[in-house]
């Protein structure tokens, strides 16, 4: 296994996990407001900590994955940020996506823009990917604007429905899609 790598912005650590992150990360996964636009809506803490482990998989999997991020002096986790692999299947898998999930007390101080914009660079530098992809719900527009600020483009003929979510408001998606400069 290699080391896990640990990127650093101006404000954040992107870091690897901590047993000590399972708690403050149940409580993110157990507030509505956060996964307003997830299915299921609230995890208990028996799935909150699977989702942490199989997080942790990721990085041995894929050497890279979804970092915890930290604020030094502010907060020692507020959620995660970083590329993953999908563990489903679409027209536009296999790929590599960038994702973000900030504890609602985070939200509007651009935390996860800033560490997107770090794991995207990550991806393109240092794993000389040729694409990454994002992808949410329509209507989650905070989502939609940080994928936009990150320069992704939304492709329209892309957007599908998740084939791990039931029918109903959340099973359609939209997919935003990133080139190197």
Known sequence: MAALVELSTERLVLRGWRDADLEPFAW????PRVREFFHPPVLPREESDA???RIRAGFDEHGFGLW???VP?????IGFVGLAVPRFEAHFTPCVEVGWYVAFDHWGR???????????????DELHLDEIVAMTVPGNQR????????GMQH???GDFDHP???????????LYRLSPA
């Open 28 to 31: 993110q996964n157990a507030d």
């Open 51 to 53: 989702l942490a482990a």
């Open 68 to 70: 915890a991020v930290e």
């Open 73 to 77: 002096g502010v907060a020692p986790f």
């Open 110 to 124: 651009g935390y996860a823009l800033e560490a997107a914009r770090a794991a995207v660079r990550f991806g393109f």
């Open 143 to 150: 989502s939609r604007r940080v994928m936009e600020r990150l």
């Open 155 to 157: 492709d329209l003929a």
């Open 164 to 174: 791990r979510v039931p029918d109903g408001p959340l099973k359609r998606h939209v």
